[in-house]
């Protein structure tokens, strides 16, 4: 699948903005601050409706504008058109001109799998910013899995809701705990079988690309789960052995919501062992794995993007990357020094130059 145009409208610093893109190679270049990251934010908030920066969705807004809008013409066995439209009342989205009323029901259509320095987060930070990536990325690929997600939220929300009353009042119905709890296991299995297949598929490939890039061998992710290996009844004993202790804290200790990921070099955890380099190319390296999952569960192609992936990698390195990209795959590569990149990629690259919110386009 391919992003062929896009309209921006007041998304940040753009206030129009109309572009067409290659289908293979996209350049996008320009100094600090210009635009070259709000560029490709676009195409992903248009993919998933929320940015990858974390930012809240009034901040995508143009300073001083009530609204923006972001279309996009995408083609893959056809051409179809999305549009997303963030105001104060909220946001609307539409599919070839139609609104589509359930935000779970436009998401995970186009699949952008985007690498950003931010990424790194995923080995350095806490377990829940791990979580947070990690259904991020298998969302982007199926929204069966977003809606798993947010059916076992509503749950644990309403199972620890329970809980707190519990400790509160001790007049309070046992059964309906069990009915929650059982609920929550399944749906808890489920997840648990999305994260193992999407890691084992992961670790599949993962090793392989960060060789080629590296040339060290011995990358894998390790998935963290207490639901892993467990049948129904198993988890259920478990529940009850904590759920005293559940009733105090108010809290459900047990579940899909505490699992984990480590990415690993040789059996070293490269949160702890890893230097800024390793981490960031076991990062690209986990993004292309993604790549060939999607293409086999989906049977098209992502859209791939690359912000700012050079700075801090080392030539050689960037060579071996850029060597292993399937050139098949559209993709958009940002950077403030084009001259870095690898001439062969240049040449089949439509170049974009992004100078504040506004963009010159070179053949
Ligand atoms: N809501 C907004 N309204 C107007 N301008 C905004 C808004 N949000 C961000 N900006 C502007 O966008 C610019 C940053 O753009 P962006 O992050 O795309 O830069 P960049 O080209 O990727 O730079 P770098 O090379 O440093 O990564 C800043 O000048 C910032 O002030
Ligand atoms: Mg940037």
Redesign the pocket.
Known sequence: MQVRQLKLVNF??YKNLEVTFSPRYNLIY??????????IEAIFVLALTKSFRGSLDK?????DEKSLTIEGVISSLINTNYQITISNEGKKVKINDNNVKKLSDYISRITVILFSSLDLRMIKDTPSVRRKNLNIDISSMDNCYLKLLSNYNKLLKQRNIYLKSMNINSNTDNDYLEVVTDKLIDIGLEINKYRTDFINKINENISNIYKKITCEKGLCIEYISSFTNNTKEELKNNFKKVFQRDIILGKTQIGVHHDDLNFKLNGFNLRDYGSEGQQKNAIISYKLAEIEFFKEKNNDEPILILD?LFSELDNEKINNLLNILDENIQTFI?T?NIDIVDEKIKEQSKKIV?ENGKIKEEL
């Open positions: 940040r610093n320009g100094n600090n601050g210009m635009g070259k990251t709000n560029l901040v995508l807004i143009m300073n700012d940002t403030t992004v």
